[in-house]
C-alpha cells in the first residue's frame, strides 16, 4: 500500500448549490416566505462529497464519472483542485450535468430544486468507463462506488466494476441507491441507511429481530453486511451471525446532508489504512458526528475529529498537552469554526481552589481555553531555585484534567509572549493584581479581561502552610 492511502471514487458526481438568506416577511402575492439572499456557495455533492471527505483525510483521490459537456461539469473540474480529472468523461452530448439548489433560511432548508439528467448513460460510455477502470484499478487501495441513481452505475457497469476489483483483490465499497442490490453482488460493503435496507430488503426495520434479518439478506449480496440507523449507530452481521453495533456519537444535528458519504469515506480511508472493521465503523461514526454539526455538504478534518473525540471526553489528559507547532495549527482551525479564543498562563504549581476558580472565570470569556505553563527553567527563575514542587509535565496534565482548560502548551521563555504571538488570542486573562500595569501580550490579544484571585490561596501561602506543620 501507498504511504498515502489511494481511493478511486466512481460514481454520481453533482454540485450541490446553496442561496443563504433571511426570512422576515410574508409574500403579497402567495402565502409564501419572502427569502432575502444574503449570499451563494457551490459544493461538490453525490460522488463529489465523497471525494472531498477523503481529501480531507489526507487520501489521494481519484474520480471516474461521466457529466455533461456544460458550465455546471466545468465548475466541477475547478473544484476538484488538485484531483487528477482526466477520468471525467464529457463524452455524452445532450447529457445535463447534476446540480441540486438548496434555499437555505435562517438556518432552515425551505426547498431544494434539481437539475440535471437521470437516465442510463450510454453503453458505449459505459464501454469507455469500464476500460478506463480497468487500465488504472491496480493503482489504488480501494474502490467506492457511489450510487446517486442518476445513471452513471448502470447494472451493467456495476457489475463488471465490482468483478474487475475482486479480480485485482480491491475491496469495494458502496453507498447504494434504489431496490436492485443484485448489481452489488461480490462487493465487500453496502452503506445503506434504515429506510435503504427495509425498501431493498422488504422487512421494516423496527428492532433487533428486524434488522439482524435485513442483515443477514444482505451478507447474500456483500461479504459485510451493514446498516446505518441514525442515532442507533451503525450494525454489522459478524462471521458469527451476530448482531455488532458501533454507537453513535452525534451530539448536535443541524443538517444530515452528506452524512452517508462521510460514514463511506471514513470507512474507506480506515480500510484503507489497514485499520480493523471495528475501528474504521468508530472513525467513520466519529467523523459523521462532525458533518451532521455543519450546515451543508461537509468534510471532516482528521484535526476535527480528534477535536470532536476530545470533547465527547474519550480521550486523556495527554492529548490536550500540544507543543507550538500543534497549537497553531489547532487555532487556525478554530477559527476557522469561528471560535472565541481565550488564553492564560502561570506557574499552577501546587494547584489549589484559587487556580480552578481563576481558568473557570477565564473559560467563560470565549468557547476555548488554552493555558500557558512555565517550564521548570522559568519558575525557578521567577520563584527561585527551590520552586517548582511539581515538574512541567505534572502541572500540565493536572490542569489538562480539568474541564475548563482545553488545552496546555508549556513554555519555556521568560514570559509567554512568542506564544501568545502565535495563538493571537481573542481574549487574554491575568489576574487582579495587574490591575494598573503593563501585561505581556495584550498588543496582541483583541481584549483583557483581569479576574481577582480568591483571598486566601495561593501556591506560596499553601507551601507556607506545610512546612508550618
Given amino acids: 500500500m501507498s504511504v498515502k492511502p489511494k481511493i478511486i471514487v466512481i460514481g454520481d458526481i453533482m454540485i450541490d448549490h446553496y442561496l ?41 483521490v481519484a474520480v471516474l464519472s461521466c457529466v455533461g459537456d456544460d458550465i455546471v461539469a466545468d465548475n466541477m473540474r475547478q473544484m476538484l483542485d488538485n484531483i487528477d480529472t482526466k477520468h471525467i468523461l464529457t463524452i455524452q452530448n445532450g447529457r445535463k450535468s447534476s446540480k441540486k439548489s438548496r434555499l437555505i433560511a435562517s438556518h432552515q432548508q425551505v426547498v431544494r430544486y434539481d437539475e440535471e ?58 453507498d447504494p441507491k434504489g431496490d436492485n442490490w443484485d448489481k452489488y453482488s461480490g462487493a465487500y460493503i453496502l452503506t445503506p441507511n434504515r429506510k435503504e435496507a427495509s425498501s431493498a430488503t422488504k422487512i421494516d426495520i423496527v428492532d433487533k429481530n428486524s434488522t439482524k434479518k435485513a442483515l443477514e439478506i444482505m451478507g447474500d449480496i456483500v461479504k459485510v453486511p451493514l446498516i446505518t ?25 443541524y443538517d444530515v446532508t452528506g452524512a452517508g458519504d462521510t460514514v463511506i469515506a471514513g470507512i474507506a480511508y480506515s480500510l484503507a489504512t489497514n485499520r480493523s472493521l471495528t475501528t474504521a465503523l468508530k472513525f467513520a461514526n466519529l467523523a459523521a458526528g ?10 471532516a478534518s482528521i484535526d476535527e475529529i480528534e477535536q470532536y473525540k476530545s470533547s465527547l471526553h474519550k480521550s486523556s489528559p495527554d492529548s ?97 509572549y512568542n506564544l501568545i504571538k502565535l495563538i493571537k ?18 498588543d496582541i490579544a483583541s481584549s483583557l479581561q483581569l479576574v481577582d484571585f480568591i483571598d486566601g490561596r495561593s501556591t506560596t501561602k499553601t507551601i507556607q502552610s506545610i512546612q508550618d506543620v
Fill in 20 to 60: 443563504w438568506g433571511r426570512a422576515d416577511r410574508i409574500s403579497p402575492e402567495a402565502p409564501v416566505q419572502i427569502v432575502d439572499i444574503h449570499r451563494q456557495t457551490e459544493v461538490l455533492g453525490g460522488a463529489g462529497n465523497v471525494v472531498n471527505n477523503l481529501r480531507a483525510f489526507g487520501c489521494d
Fill in 117 to 174: 439528467s437521470k437516465e442510463d448513460i450510454a453503453t458505449t460510455t459505459q464501454k469507455k468507463i469500464l476500460k478506463e477502470f480497468e487500465s488504472i484499478v491496480g493503482q489504488f487501495d480501494i474502490v467506492v462506488l457511489s450510487d446517486y441513481g442518476k445513471g452513471v452505475l448502470t447494472d451493467s457497469l456495476t457489475k463488471d466494476i465490482i468483478k474487475l476489483s475482486n479480480k485485482y483483490d480491491k475491496k469495494v465499497l458502496i
Fill in 229 to 253: 440507523l441514525s442515532e442507533d449507530g451503525i450494525v454489522i452481521l459478524d462471521t458469527n451471525g451476530d448482531i455488532v453495533t458501533s454507537p453513535t456519537v452525534a451530539r448536535e444535528v
Fill in 290 to 299: 462532525v458533518v451532521v454539526g455543519k450546515l451543508g455538504s461537509a468534510t
Fill in 320 to 416: 490536550h498537552i500540544k507543543n507550538f507547532a500543534q497549537i497553531e495549527k489547532l487555532v487556525k482551525l478554530y477559527k476557522q469554526q469561528e471560535k472565541k479564543v481565550v488564553f492564560t498562563n502561570g506557574c499552577f504549581d501546587i494547584l489549589h481552589k484559587g487556580h480552578a476558580s481563576y481558568l473557570h472565570t477565564a473559560k467563560s470569556f470565549g468557547d476555548i481555553l488554552i493555558v500557558g505553563v512555565n517550564s521548570d527553567r522559568s519558575v525557578r527563575e521567577l520563584k527561585g531555585k527551590n520552586r517548582p514542587i511539581n515538574n512541567q509535565n505534572d502541572r500540565a496534565y493536572i490542569l489538562a484534567s480539568l474541564e475548563s482548560v482545553d488545552k496546555v502548551v508549556i513554555f519555556d521563555e521568560d514570559t509567554p
Fill in 425 to 442: 488570542p481573542d481574549v487574554l486573562v491575568k489576574g487582579g493584581d495587574y490591575k494598573d500595569k503593563k501585561v505581556v501580550g495584550q
